[in-house]
């Protein structure tokens, strides 16, 4: 299988379980490239975060636990996504998925 995550619409960031980048898709590249986007892969993603978010973002990754909410940044809606990773039921890492999302968003309630 390809790797469907280079080209995936959505930013697509992972970091180890140290807190170090390890990969960037395009669209995360291309989503920070006024922070550095390929040049952050090998630094730590704590740093790529300012106050309160920096310790938040510990604390998740520290509890293993998993994050989700919207933004609004330039007139554009994304969802955001961020998860433990774990390989053989060992924490691996984190991963934040970001998706441009509609303003009048849908919701569905299935039976």
């Known amino acids: 299988m390809d790797n469907w995550t ?3 619409n959505g930013a697509i960031t992972i ?5 170090i980048i390890v990969y960037m898709n395009d669209k995360a590249i291309k989503t920070f490239e006024n922070d550095g ?6 630094t730590g993603i704590l ?3 300012p106050e ?9 990754m520290d509890e293993r636990k998993t994050n989700c909410y919207t933004i609004e940044k330039n007139g554009v809606k994304k969802l955001i996504y ?3 990773s774990f390989s053989g039921g060992k924490y691996s890492g984190f991963i934040e998925f970001t998706v441009e ?4 968003f ?4 299935r039976k």
């Open 37 to 42: 986007g390929e040049k952050l892969i090998g």
């Open 106 to 109: 849908p919701h569905f309630i």
């Open 6 to 8: 280079k080209e995936f």
């Open 15 to 19: 970091c180890d379980e140290k807190g």
């Open 82 to 84: 961020q998860t433990p």
């Open 47 to 49: 740093d790529c975060h």
């Open 101 to 104: 999302i509609p303003f009048d």
């Open 52 to 60: 309160p978010s920096k310790t938040a973002l510990k604390n998740l």
